[in-house]
């Protein structure tokens, strides 16, 4: 970040112009006739600039009536009952939720039942790959996991399911947890958004109608530790890809803001690929191979008539 120091001080006194810290005078030097030595401005010497920084994101650990989460920055939660909760991204783009319910036969097809709770999203062609086995959450004694597509009016969608089961006696209760996006930000959501709706644990006994649900402490998992990892790396990518745009931004404001406030301007050097901001004192400036710097305000005049130096006129950088 850069770091604010002062503002130049412009003095005018007995016609000689001077800039705090730059040494602009009106004359000296070896300067051919009409013209001036010109020093150009460093960049402590200019109005101040600034750029966003991230302190980090984490996931919060929070609690409803009937489960506990891992919540990612800025997500809010969208249903919390009984037998489902769903947190949503702030662009409504993506979710993770959990949904299930007891008493079902103890060979009900898991394929079955995440198609029949997905489509309580109303979805458009949604597709499930086979199953693979997967690791169940707490309290469940295994799963299956699928990956999933559908479309939500006419927008393509991608995610992770599993299907989490805990067979007792004669029937059994079955779970999801899921992972949705926008197919276009899956890429970057798979390596921690299914994490993260795994983290989602039955803490009241009569979550999905049945007692006995074994709840996971999240501020102990091992499990919980791996999706905040997992988010954090993901966001500081996302965010350093924002403050690299932003910071674009905001270095072509705040150069502005020197030219503006600071009576100053950005010239192009033709010996190097580095600007350098001059005063305004003078209208037209040339530069040699050496990187001194002459200005004046005649335009018919050239540093090169009658001499020996090698000067070349600067032109304005337009921003």
């Known amino acids: 970040m ?14 000689v112009v001077f800039f705090s810290g730059c040494g602009v005078s009106g004359g000296g030097g070896n300067a051919p006739a009409n013209f001036h030595p010109v020093k150009p401005m460093s960049a ?31 997500w809010r939660i969208g249903e919390d009952g009984q037998y489902a909760l769903t947190l949503v991204a702030p662009d409504n783009k993506a979710l993770t939720l959990m949904v299930g319910n007891s008493g079902y036969p103890v060979n009900y097809a898991p394929g079955q039942f995440v198609y029949e709770k997905l489509m309580a999203l109303r979805p458009e062609n949604l ?22 597509s559908y479309a939500i009016n006419g927008a393509p969608c991608r995610g992770s399911v599993k299907c989490h089961v805990q067979p007792a006696y004669d029937m059994c209760v079955m779970a999801m947890t899921a992972a949705l996006s926008d197919a276009s930000q ?6 921690w958004l299914p994490l993260v709706a795994d983290q989602i644990s039955a803490t009241n ?18 499990a919980y530790a791996q999706a ?32 503006t406030i600071g009576g100053v301007q950005s010239y192009a050097n033709p010996y190097s690929n580095t600007p350098v901001q001059l005063p305004t004192t003078y209208a037209h400036y040339w ?16 540093p090169n008539t009658g001499g020996t130096g090698d000067w070349t006129q600067m032109e304005q950088v337009k921003r």
């Not at 850069?2 to 016609?15: A, D, E, G, K, V």
């Not at 600039?49 to 919540?71: C, T």
């Not at 997992?230 to 270095?251: H, I, K, L, M, P």
């Open 228 to 259: 905040a990892k997992e988010y954090r790396d993901w966001s500081q990518r996302n965010w350093q890809g924002v403050t690299d745009d932003r910071n674009a931004s905001v270095d072509r404001r705040n150069e502005q803001f020197r030219e």
């Open 44 to 74: 402590n010497e200019l109005p101040p600039s600034s750029s966003p920084s991230n302190a980090g994101a984490s996931l919060r650990i929070g609690q409803g009536q009937f489960f506990s989460f891992a919540m990612p920055q800025g």
């Open 205 to 222: 006994g009569a979550a999905f109608g049945m007692r006995g649900i074994m709840q996971q402490n999240l501020q102990n998992s091992t």
């Open 287 to 302: 530069v040699d191979r050496q990187g001194n710097v002459i200005g004046t305000d005649d335009p018919n005049s050239n």
């Open 127 to 148: 597709q499930l790959s086979q199953p693979r086995q997967a690791q169940p959450v707490k309290g469940f004694q295994y799963a299956y996991q699928f990956d999933v």
């Open 2 to 15: 850069r770091t604010s120091h002062f503002l130049p001080l412009l003095l005018i006194c007995s016609n």
């Open 186 to 191: 899956w890429q970057g959501y798979s390596s």
